[in-house]
Structures are given as structure tokens and as C-alpha cells.
């Protein structure tokens, strides 16, 4: 009873450290800086994971672990950095809202996010039922992140951070989704990623700059 307490405890100490990266996320400027994060928020993700699958003794939730440390936690954070390098786009460019009012309207979503889980938690029976509303909060930032950015790197780490929040929410409140489901999730990311680092390529060599708002000139044309 006592070690299921601190496991308890822990995870929610891992949950705390998962929403304030994802306000750390939408303050950052630096491109470089944000995949250091989601790398960050992958390993928070690896231990929160971990730690239920030994908890709850259920073999499927350590692979679980191990797909997401070698995945969000190594790989793809890798894969982000060696394409930020060859695009030379470690800066963000000028957003479409400033800071301060983005920090603003991610308390208010997180407030929204604490609303709308309440219910889910008083249903769900896992040990992590009390960090649903974190996880709701993770994908809700995650969002404002990507509408509030003009790159398109910053917008698909967003993508990457709301999947990071999406699975935390399922651990949160069932254990987490089929080992086929999340393996077809983790061929997908990959496959996405290779092909928008194909799509980031051809947008710098059109318009040498990586800001979307380029491509609403060839709408408008």
C-alpha cells in the first residue's frame, strides 16, 4: 500500500513536469531549444509509463515504455535536430501572438482541461486517474502551440507534443491502447516525419524561409 502511495505520488510529480514543459514549449523562441523539450516530455512520458507498468504488473505497458523512450525520446528528437541543422532554421520567426497573451490563454485552457476531466476521472480506476486533467491540458497547449506558430517545424512539434499528450491521456484512464494500435501510431509519426522533412525542403528551397504565410500567397495567386 505504501509503495503504490509513492508511486502515486511520483506520478503526479511526472505529470507536474509534463504541463510545464508544455508552457516552457510555448514560450521558447529557439527551434533547437523545442526539440530538447519534446525530448524531455518523451523521457517524462517513458518513466510515467514504466512506472505503471510495474505497478500494475502488465507486461504489454513495457514495451509501451520502451517504443516511447526509443521513439519520442531518441529518435525522433534526433531526426528534428539534423533537419533544423541542414535547413539552418534554429530560429523561430515572428509569431502570430506574443507571449504574454499566449501564456494567458494556456492557463485558460488548462482550466478548461481540469473542467472537462473531472468526470473522466471519477470513472477511470488506473493509479493515474487524478493526471487526466494534466494530460488534456498537454494536448489542449500542444494546440495553441501549433496555431500560434508560423514555422512549420514548430507546428509539427506541436503535432508530436498533442500524440505525447494523447497517449498520456490513455495511460491516464485505461491503461493505454492496444500494443498493435501503438505500433501502427509509431510507423506513422516516422513515416509523417520523413515526409514533412521532404515538404520542409521544398518550401525552403521556393521561398528560402520556412514561415507558412508564404503559402498563402499561392492561394491568394
Known sequence: MLKSYFVVELLKLLAAGMLLISFAMLATRRIQRLITLFAWQGAILFLST?????????????????????LKAVALPLILHRLVRRLDAQRESERLVHIPAT???????VILAFGLAQPIS????????????????????????????????SQVIGFLAMENGLFFAATSATYGMPMVIELGIALDLLVAVFI??????????????LDLHHLESLKEE
Open 103 to 109: 501564456m494567458v490563454a494556456g492557463l485558460l485552457l
Open 122 to 153: 471519477l470513472l477511470a480506476t488506473t493509479i493515474m486517474r487524478h493526471t487526466v486533467g494534466i494530460a488534456l491540458a498537454v494536448i489542449l497547449l500542444s494546440f495553441l502551440m501549433m496555431i500560434t506558430r508560423r514555422k512549420a517545424v
Open 50 to 70: 514504466f512506472l505503471v507498468a510495474h505497478d500494475a504488473g502488465l507486461t504489454e505497458l513495457y514495451f509501451s515504455a520502451a517504443l516511447t523512450l526509443l
Open 196 to 209: 514533412l522533412g521532404i515538404f520542409f525542403f521544398q518550401i525552403r528551397e521556393q521561398f528560402d524561409s
